[in-house]
């Protein structure tokens, strides 16, 4: 094969045409399916483009997953397995226990134990070198110099997180490759400068997806911590929470001391 075959007009070609498989391409170009699979990885064009759920295919995978098989739902909705597995994983849904029954299995069974690795195992390959000629084979389907998975983000792209602690989601803004900042920080330095230290940015409407400089606020450490904790309470409020505390640690001790 030339070396200037791939011209731009064939790489888009490829991009254009992502429904039609290496073969189909390797046909109309003359070369083999290979041939075509090596450029696609090379220029990060997959062939599955991903589509996103719906807020009525969420409802419908809601009403169905526990009970239906996953092939079954795939079928209906369009889309592969997989997909609709880490759909599922997504939105926290799990297999009824009585559907587990219903195939077979019994929740908490050690099917397929026997055909795991167990731990510690050790590798069949470890410390052990690739061939030349092994890797001449197989470099095309290396991840090329400067490749990217194909969900990267560009600069300006919004990213919802869940702090781990708290569990509260925050909206992040990418700034450069691998620098994120909080938007609501990056909002309100944008409009007023940087943060003093010992202060902190925090949201009117106590929703903290609404970023929007109108809705947000600067405090200090000292004026968060007494919104945030019992000291906010009337004096009678503040014993009340105290005791139903000491009510729910006692009932705790003696609980965890019978079992």
């Known amino acids: 094969m030339p070396k200037q075959f791939w011209t731009p007009d064939k790489i888009d070609f490829i991009r254009c045409n992502l429904e039609l498989s290496d073969s189909e391409i390797g046909e109309y170009f003359n070369v083999s399916a290979i041939a075509v699979k090596a450029i696609r990885m090379k220029y990060g064009i997959s ?8 807020t009525d295919e969420d409802e419908l995978l809601r009403k169905l997953y526990p009970d239906t098989l996953t092939s079954n739902i795939a079928k209906k909705l369009n889309r592969r397995e997989r ?10 849904l799990k297999k009824s226990k009585e ?36 890797k001449e084979k197989i470099k095309h389907t290396f991840f090329q110099k400067g490749h990217k998975p194909h969900n ?24 450069s490759e691998g620098h994120w900042k909080e938007l609501h920080r990056y909002n309100w330095e944008k409009e007023h400068g940087p943060i003093p230290k010992g202060f902190n940015i925090v949201f009117r409407d106590g929703d903290s997806l609404n970023c929007s400089i109108e809705n947000l606020e600067i405090v200090s450490n000292a004026e968060l911590m007494r919104r945030n904790t019992i000291h906010r309470y009337p004096p009678e409020v503040k014993q009340t929470i105290r005791l139903i505390g000491k009510l729910e640690r ?8 019978t079992e």
Not at 47 to 54: A, D, H, M, S, W
Not at 106 to 134: D, I
């Open 47 to 54: 062939r599955f483009v991903r589509k996103p759920f719906t």
């Open 152 to 175: 990267t983000k560009c600069d300006g792209a919004i990213s919802i997180r869940k702090d781990k602690r708290t569990g509260i989601a925050y909206k992040y803004i990418r700034l």
């Open 83 to 92: 997909s609709v597995y880490n759909r599922a994983h997504l939105l926290g």
């Open 99 to 134: 559907f587990i029954r219903s195939i077979g299995f019994q929740p908490g069974s050690k099917v397929g134990k026997a055909y795991r690795f167990p731990k510690g195992h050790t590798p069949a390959n470890k410390g052990k070198k690739m061939s030349p000629e092994l």
């Open 250 to 257: 006692t009932i705790k001790k003696q609980k965890n001391g």
